[in-house]
């Protein structure tokens, strides 16, 4: 079960119209972004994973790609570390900070305040997996791209935004089965080698990938020419979607739930450091 | 006499960027209803030739064409693809490629929903294209759980929904384990007696084209070699050997007798003729 | 062929993670020097088989020996080193930039000394007509020349076992055949080959024994001439056989022909022979 996969559940998110959540989501990711307060983003962090749970979703394929995303925070959070607010009052962590005869270098230290900011955007990260997958495992195909084109977007876009997510559990199947075809001309790096030589081997499982890739995409391509694809900008659906009063009333939470979060932003206090040291 | 369906004038195309011409100087003229097997190695032009017939060839890959192609009194240079789609239906080689929805429901409501027919109409041919590829207990599954050749089954029934008289198929079997190759055969035989659809194939199962087509269409380096009647075309030794056809095994039953003085007096391509000629001459019928 | 057993499958189950069994107690020998085909219809668990041989997956019950040892305590590369697998669909892996480095990769992944890399690949690449080609990007080439790249770089492992998983997936008439004689030629010179495939012709004309596989388990396993003559039997699994074995059948409601017709050129000089001995008698 991979992150992007339709996981199919009863739950009110998968009942609810396609253009609601499609809304929903545009607006909150804007919201993540605009959160400055480590307590507001703690706070959002957790509504999205009680929706996240409600909805019946599958923590573990989730997990499996937070990890990923940890590894690579973990960098960001050291950067920050570092090098957050060279010229602000940050504190020091420790008194660790070098001789003033340094010179600039001597902004140069281990800064709590770094330390707060680097969680800060890996707490927002975090927020953003969650909100993503949250819509598209609740959504399929067909109501995705139904919900955009009755939101006005143009069919072709629609489709192709659509058609990208339906691929990917195809690329992962490919990636195992080239894997298995390198594994049985001896390639043994993927179990037993160290990071660097899994990177240098890519090569090996990506390649293939991107020309069975190339040449699966071309062929698509003839297959949907051949069935009009595109011929016109009108087009029949033979499914529909209907904005029920339940939907309506999502809708407005979700507004609602990011207006509580913006104004958060201007009345909570934006740093647990800048609080404590002060 | 019937109508000519499909016209090939002095056509000549090459892939953008080649070197090498794809088609050389292919003059060809095909009627309706007509069951048109088209043969040859890889790489001989078969799938460049099939690819025409729709307009995929040139208005997809672009490259260049001379001469004209032209499909019901369309030409396919000046119309699009997408104009020729309810007339031409195209079933590829590799049945992934070309299954991208996530029921067979919808898989064969797309090219209609995509011309615009009006969904009760949808409905009903939906109903009526899976029955015919003997699909509909599967409506509400994903392509994806279905077999090879239940997915070509499938992949004929995208096109039917889109109500074409011409169907061409681009080496519907070659992925297939003989029993989706014998239901995608029936299934093609089927189109042809009750919609008198016209089926271009191209193929390499020489038992299959010895039953059912009515012109075999001999391609080697682009160039058409040979179109004639299956029993012409297989019984040519020499064209045979050139262009890396094989024949029906009773064919080349009928041709090693031959080489050692053995002439059964007929050149047969199916087993119920071979079966004649061989008994006959056994009893003495033709002598050496 | 020798006495010497090469592959013994012992009591062989598989089931998926899923709870899909796939095979079913299955057990056979193959001995050094064999030309078996294994045929069978979809979902009779020939791909599982074979990824329990080379040792992608591992047996839920019984056992997998390879010239004696367990596949359990070996791992993939060193399977990998005793049975060659020629993949049904050559695109899968080629990744490389030349015919050479693709045709190397397995020799360069066993840490073989560069020097005998060359020659060896060169010696394969000959043998199987790419030599002049051995510069060129292996994606760019025609489907019958991948196909032999793909054939080339698993014969240069010199495993004493060589599994081809339906060689003729896609292939021309030409390409199938070419494929099959270069299997025909390792078999000679003394390897062990095993083919998956549905095309019939060719297992009739070049597999001495033939293996059917019918729902999870062995349905049939002899000589390939005893196995084309349970024509009904086969018929239950959805097999029929070539074009020319049933028209051998056929045949001999009114000529008396012995035995099962693999080839066109058994069946020709059985009816000759026949026909010279009716003729002789009258």
């Given at each position: 079960m991979g992150l992007v996969d339709y996981q199919s559940e009863s739950s009110y998110l998968h009942t609810m119209d396609p253009r609601v959540k499609i809304i929903a989501l545009l607006y909150l990711s804007v919201v993540v972004f605009m959160v400055k307060s480590i307590f507001v983003v703690l706070v959002m962090c957790g509504i999205f994973s009680v929706l996240w749970s409600s909805a019946k979703l599958s923590w573990k394929s989730w997990w499996d790609f937070a990890k990923v995303v940890l590894s690579i925070m973990a960098l960001i959070v050291v950067l920050q570390l570092f090098f957050y607010g060279e010229n602000s009052k940050a504190h020091f962590m420790f008194g660790l900070q070098l001789p003033d005869n340094v010179g600039i270098l001597s902004n140069y230290g281990p800064k709590w305040e770094g330390l707060e900011f680097g969680i800060l955007l890996t707490v927002r990260f975090l927020s953003l997996i969650l909100l993503m997958p949250m819509v598209i495992k609740t959504t399929t195909i067909n109501q995705m791209s139904l919900g955009m084109v009755r939101l006005g977007l143009p069919y072709k876009i629609a489709y192709m935004t659509t058609t990208s997510l339906n691929i990917i559990p195809t690329f992962q199947e490919e990636i195992r089965t080239i894997m298995d075809a390198q594994k049985l001309r001896g390639m043994t790096v993927f179990e037993e080698g160290k990071k660097w030589e899994k990177f240098v081997a890519y090569p090996a499982l990506v390649v293939p990938m991107i020309i069975g890739a190339m040449r699966r995409a071309q062929q698509m391509g003839v297959a949907m020419d051949t069935r009009a694809f595109g011929c016109s900008k009108q087009r029949t659906y033979i499914e529909t979607i209907k904005m029920k009063r339940s939907d309506w009333l999502y809708l407005a939470a979700a507004i609602m739930i990011g207006a509580v979060l913006i104004a958060g932003n201007f009345i909570i206090p934006q740093s647990i450091v800048t609080m404590i040291l002060n | 006499m019937a109508e000519t369906v499909i016209r090939f004038e002095n056509v000549h195309y090459h892939y953008p960027r080649a070197k090498k011409w794809a088609l050389s100087k292919i003059n060809l003229e095909i009627e309706k209803g007509a069951f048109i097997a088209v043969m040859g190695e890889n790489g001989a032009g078969k799938t460049t030739l099939c690819q025409c017939i729709n307009g995929t060839v040139p208005n997809y890959h672009e490259g260049v064409l001379k001469g004209k192609v032209e499909v019901l009194g369309c030409d396919t240079q000046s119309c699009k693809t997408t104009d020729l789609a309810d007339k031409v239906g195209m079933v590829l080689d590799d049945p992934e490629a070309q299954l991208f929805t996530t029921s067979v429901r919808n898989e064969v409501a797309f090219g209609a929903e995509n011309l615009c027919v009006p969904v009760k109409e949808i409905f009903s041919r939906i109903d009526w294209a899976l029955d015919i590829v003997g699909?509909?207990?599967?409506?509400?599954?994903?392509?994806?759980?279905?077999?090879g050749g239940q997915k070509q089954r499938l992949a004929i029934a995208t096109n039917l929904a889109m109500q074409p008289s011409i169907l061409v198929l681009d080496e519907p079997t070659s992925q297939l384990d003989p029993v989706g190759t014998r239901d995608v055969f029936k299934v093609i035989r089927e189109l042809r007696e009750t919609a008198n659809m016209t089926i271009v194939i191209a193929t390499h199962k020489s038992e299959e084209i010895a039953e059912f087509a009515d012109k075999v269409l001999v391609l080697n380096d682009g160039h058409v070699v040979a179109f004639d009647e299956p029993h012409v075309i297989f019984n040519d030794a020499e064209l045979v050997k050139r262009c890396n056809i094989r024949p029906p095994q009773v064919s080349e039953l009928a041709s090693y007798l031959f080489d050692r003085g053995h002439d059964i007096g007929s050149k047969p391509i199916l087993m119920e003729d071979a079966y004649e000629a061989v008994t006959r001459w056994y009893a003495g019928g033709v002598q050496l | 062929m020798t006495d010497n057993i090469v592959l013994k499958i012992e009591n062989v189950s598989y089931t998926y993670p899923t709870g899909a069994t796939a095979l079913e107690n299955v057990s056979f020998e193959i001995r050094e020097q064999e030309f078996v085909a294994i045929i069978g219809q979809n979902g009779a668990g020939k791909s599982t088989l074979l990824k329990n041989i080379t040792g992608l997956l591992t047996p839920t019950e019984g056992n997998v020996y390879i010239n004696g040892q367990n596949t359990r305590d070996m791992s993939v590369a060193a399977i990998s080193k005793q049975v060659g697998f020629v993949l049904q669909n050559p695109d899968r892996q080629l990744f490389a930039n030349t015919v050479f480095d693709e045709v190397a990769f397995s020799l360069r992944n066993a840490k073989v000394a560069e020097a005998e890399i060359k020659q060896r690949v060169m010696q394969t690449l000959e043998s199987v007509d790419l030599a002049d080609k051995s510069e060129e990007f292996p994606p760019a080439l025609s489907k019958g020349d991948r196909a032999k790249v793909v054939v080339a770089s698993v014969i240069v492992m010199n495993t004493g076992i060589i599994i081809l998983d339906e060689p003729t997936s896609g292939q021309d008439y030409k390409g199938c055949y070419q494929i099959m004689n270069i299997a025909k030629r390792l078999n000679a010179e003394g390897r062990t080959i095993i083919f998956v495939t549905h095309h019939m012709p060719l297992v009739t004309e070049f597999s001495e024994r033939t293996l059917v596989m019918t729902r999870k388990h062995v349905f049939l396993d002899g000589p390939s001439h005893d196995v084309f003559q349970h024509e009904q039997e086969l018929a239950t699994t959805n097999i029929r056989p070539p074009q020319i074995t049933q028209f051998g059948e056929k045949l001999k409601n009114v000529i008396p022909l012995s035995g099962t017709m693999l080839s066109v050129e058994e069946l020709g000089s059985e009816l000759i022979l026949q026909k010279q001995r009716g003729s002789r008698s009258n």
């Open positions: - | 699909l509909s207990e599967y409506i509400d599954q994903p392509p994806t759980a279905l077999s | -």
